[in-house]
Antibody, heavy 114, light 112 residues
Framework: EVRLVESGGGLVQPGGSLRLSCTTS????????MTWIRQAPGKGLEWVTN????????FYLDSVKGRFTVSRDNAKSSLYLQMNNLRAEDTAVYYC???????WGQGTLVTVSS | DIVLTQSPLSLSVTPGQPASISCKSS???????????LYWYLQRPGQSPQLLIY???NRFSGVSDRFSGSGSGTDLTLKISRVEAEDVGVYYC?????????FGQGTKVEIK
């Protein structure tokens, strides 16, 4: 059974940092680009970042460039998102996914508020 | 960035009746490999999105044959041949031909 489990979300003040983790199992993690997608409360889906299998290529949404860093640990089949200098507009449920083959986690909520 | 415009934004359908959602792209999603990089997802209330159609026209494994995708280039369509109660939720199109990947605004489908 394919599983993607996000963790690390929570309440953080503006300007603060969080590190999200996505632990996966049930598929060959090293075969796939991995993606973070977010969804603000009551809003639509928004792509955040992609990372290639060997970390040689990474792409980011313009509004998070320089603040967010995606990484992966292939030995642990895990994906990470380091989020710095957080803003209120980063408040969202963050999903890790391989969307093209329907692998999605349940999401972790990040709330940026004072 | 590629803009995907969905219409309608909401749909109220009688069970057993068909439904159609349009997704218009600001540029062609047809790649040189012949594939159209457009995906359709359904997000049921309180759940993660689930893939219905990939590369514009291919039904994902396990998805009901009531769902079909058509179109190419800039005009894509999702059709539900006979809407059922379990089809309620928000439908999104997404393009992955170039970064940033972008989504349509979503179409909320409810049952009359």
């Amino acid at each position: 059974e394919v599983r993607l489990v996000e963790s690390g979300g929570g309440l953080v003040q503006p300007g603060g940092s969080l590190r999200l983790s996505c632990t996966t199992s049930g598929f060959t993690f090293t075969n796939y680009w991995m993606t973070w997608i977010r969804q603000a409360p009551g809003k639509g889906l928004e792509w955040v970042t992609n990372i290639k299998q060997d970390e040689s290529e990474k792409f980011y949404l313009d509004s998070v460039k320089g603040r967010f860093t995606v990484s992966r640990d292939n030995a642990k089949s895990s994906l990470y998102l380091q989020m710095n200098n957080l803003r209120a507009e980063d408040t969202a449920v963050y999903y890790c996914a391989v969307p093209g083959i329907n692998y999605w986690g349940q999401g972790t909520l990040v709330t940026v508020s004072s | 960035d590629i803009v995907l415009t969905q219409s309608p934004l909401s749909l109220s359908v009688t069970p057993g009746q068909p439904a159609s959602i349009s997704c218009k792209s600001s540029r062609s999603l047809l790649e040189s490999d012949g594939k159209t990089y457009l995906y359709w997802y359904l997000q049921r209330p309180g759940q993660s999105p689930q893939l219905l159609i990939y590369e514009a026209i291919n039904r994902f494994s396990g998805v009901s044959d009531r769902f079909s995708g058509s179109g190419s280039g800039t005009d894509l369509t999702l059709k539900i041949s006979r809407v059922e109660a379990e089809d309620v939720g928000v439908y999104y199109c997404m393009q992955s031909i170039e970064v940033p990947w972008t989504f349509g605004q979503g179409t909320k489908v409810e049952i009359k």
